[in-house]
C-alpha cells in the first residue's frame, strides 16, 4: 500500500488531496487518522469499486473509488482540527481480513 | 456500538521480565486483532484471533482470545528492547457494517 506524501502542509480551506494506491488486488480498502491519546479512528471504507461508506469520524472528508487499486481521501476546505496522521489500509476479499497498512501521511492544516 | 478499551495505556518494564496487555471490547465480535507500531512508522499485524480460545504465539508475544469475557491478551515473555513499540488491539463491529474498532494502544518501553 502506498501513499505519495509522507509530510504535507496546507492552509485553512486549500483542498487536500491523499493518494492511496495497493497492488495486491484487494477488494477493501480504507482510511484512518491517528492522533494522540485516540489510537485510529476510521474515516470512510471500501467494500468494492464505486461501494463506499462512512466510518466513524467521515465529517469533513470525502471519498471515492472508482478503480479497485485507488482509494483517494479528499478535504474539500480543510481545518485546523484535520492536523493528524492518515493511514490508508487495504485487505483482501473476506470480512475481517488483516488490513495492511500505508507508510502514513502526516498533514498539518495551518 | 462497538468499544475496544487497552490496559495498560503505558508500560515500562526491565528487559526478561513479563507483562500481559489486556484488550476488552463490549459487543459480540469473533475477531480480533493486534497490530505493532514503531515509532513514526506504520502499523504491522502481529495476530489475528478468529475465535474462542485462540491463542497464537510469535517469538515472546502470545496472544489469546476469551470471546465469553470479551478479552484478548498479549503476553510478553522475557522482554527485550526491540519489542519496544505501541501495540494495539482491534475488532470488528459485526452488525452489518465494515466498522473496524482500534483500542487506544498500549506504549511499551523495555529498559536494558
Known amino acids: 500500500v502506498t501513499q505519495s506524501s509522507r509530510y504535507l502542509v496546507k492552509r485553512t480551506g486549500e483542498k487536500v488531496f491523499l493518494e492511496c494506491v495497493q497492488d495486491?488486488?484487494?477488494?477493501?480498502m480504507f482510511w484512518y487518522r491517528q492522533d494522540p491519546g485516540l489510537g485510529l479512528r476510521q474515516i470512510y471504507y471500501?467494500?468494492?469499486?464505486?461501494?463506499?461508506d462512512k466510518g466513524d469520524v467521515p465529517e469533513g472528508y470525502k471519498v471515492s473509488r472508482k478503480e479497485k487499486r485507488n482509494f483517494p481521501l479528499i478535504l474539500e476546505s480543510p481545518s485546523p482540527n484535520q492536523t493528524s496522521l492518515y493511514f490508508c489500509?487495504?485487505?483482501?476479499?473476506?470480512?475481517?481480513?488483516?488490513?495492511?497498512f500505508g507508510p502514513g501521511t502526516r498533514l498539518t492544516v495551518l | 456500538e462497538l468499544k475496544v478499551e487497552q490496559n495498560p495505556l503505558f508500560l515500562s518494564m526491565q528487559e526478561g521480565k513479563n507483562y500481559t496487555i489486556y484488550c476488552n471490547y463490549s459487543?459480540?465480535?469473533?475477531?480480533l486483532y493486534w497490530y505493532r507500531q514503531d515509532p513514526g512508522k506504520s502499523l504491522e499485524s502481529l495476530f489475528v484471533?478468529?475465535?474462542?480460545?485462540a491463542v497464537k504465539q510469535e517469538g515472546r508475544l502470545m496472544a489469546s482470545l476469551d470471546t465469553k469475557a470479551r478479552l484478548s491478551t498479549l503476553h510478553i515473555t522475557a522482554a527485550v528492547h526491540d519489542l519496544s513499540a505501541t501495540y494495539f488491539c482491534?475488532?470488528?463491529?459485526?452488525?452489518?457494517?465494515?466498522?473496524?474498532?482500534f483500542g487506544t494502544g498500549t506504549r511499551l518501553k523495555v529498559l536494558a
Open positions: 489500509a487495504s485487505s483482501a476479499t473476506g470480512v475481517g481480513d488483516t488490513q495492511y
Open positions: 495486491m488486488d484487494h477488494e477493501n
Open positions: 471500501s467494500m468494492n469499486v464505486e461501494v463506499t
Open positions: 459487543t459480540t465480535s469473533d475477531r
Open positions: 484471533l478468529l475465535s474462542n480460545g
Open positions: 482491534a475488532s470488528w463491529d459485526t452488525s452489518g457494517t465494515y466498522k473496524y474498532i
